[in-house]
């Protein structure tokens, strides 16, 4: 079955309302007001590049939004939606490796953000060949623990049936790719795995039977 194989991260964009980028009135006289403003407007830069980067992934353009990424992560290094989406590029780049440790760190500061359990499970498994039994079961335990904080977490139970297929455990993956349509009924990959996966199962059964 040559289906479509690649562990699907995700990625988010933060709210750029002026509204919600005001910064409050900082004590300590004008030096204080200057520091204060400076912050504010790293973090404004910040998010401008969050967004930019995050309009690259959604096109599909993972190496021209990393640099943009990276550099938001330096003008606000606690950013949780710079690291998510800089994961997420890195992943979408084939450098799974660079996105762990920052997945990592951003899930020991926001645990319960399911998104980046999403991404950290998509960076575990790596690409081919170099995927292992151990990255596996890793990226099973993000992905697990990202479906407990949201039930539908985009592409979570595609990315699972990804797994349990290529481990042989076919009637597994046939569930977590329902469980995928369920969550997007117009996930057309879902689909066709459920299709090629029910259509093997049946072949299996049948040669059972016969024998």
């Known amino acids: 079955m040559s289906k479509k194989k690649t562990p699907r991260p995700g990625h988010a964009r933060m709210r750029s309302e002026a509204s919600s980028d005001a910064e409050p009135a900082a004590p300590g006289g004008p030096f204080a007001s200057e520091d204060a403003n400076s912050a504010g407007e790293r973090r404004h830069q910040a998010r401008e590049l969050v967004n930019r980067g995050a309009a690259l992934l959604s096109a599909g353009q993972p190496a021209e939004a990393i640099p943009l990424l990276q550099r938001a992560r330096e003008l606000d290094p606690e950013d949780i939606s710079a690291a998510i989406n800089l994961g997420g590029a890195y992943?979408?780049?084939?450098?799974?490796?660079?996105?762990?440790?920052?997945?990592?760190?951003?899930?020991r500061r926001e645990p319960h953000n399911s998104?980046?359990?999403?991404?950290?499970?998509?960076?575990?498994?790596?690409?081919?060949?170099?995927?292992?039994?151990?990255?596996q079961e890793k990226a099973m335990q993000a992905f697990e623990r990202a479906l407990e904080l949201d039930a539908r977490a985009p592409?979570?139970?595609?990315?699972?049936?990804?797994?349990?297929?290529?481990?042989?455990e076919?009637?597994?993956?046939?569930?977590?790719?329902?469980?995928?349509?369920?969550?997007?009924?117009n996930d057309r990959?879902?689909?066709?795995?459920?299709?090629?996966?029910?259509?093997?199962?049946?072949r299996r059964s049948n040669q059972t039977s016969e024998g």
């Open 91 to 107: 992943i979408m780049a084939g450098q799974q490796r660079l996105a762990t440790p920052i997945l990592e760190e951003a899930c």
């Open 189 to 202: 990959d879902a689909r066709r795995w459920i299709a090629a996966l029910e259509a093997e199962l049946e």
């Open 170 to 185: 076919l009637e597994r993956a046939l569930g977590h790719f329902r469980a995928a349509l369920v969550a997007d009924p």
């Open 155 to 168: 592409s979570v139970s595609y990315n699972l049936g990804l797994i349990c297929n290529e481990r042989g």
């Open 115 to 135: 998104m980046l359990w999403t991404n950290l499970g998509a960076a575990y498994l790596d690409r081919p060949p170099y995927v292992t039994p151990e990255g």
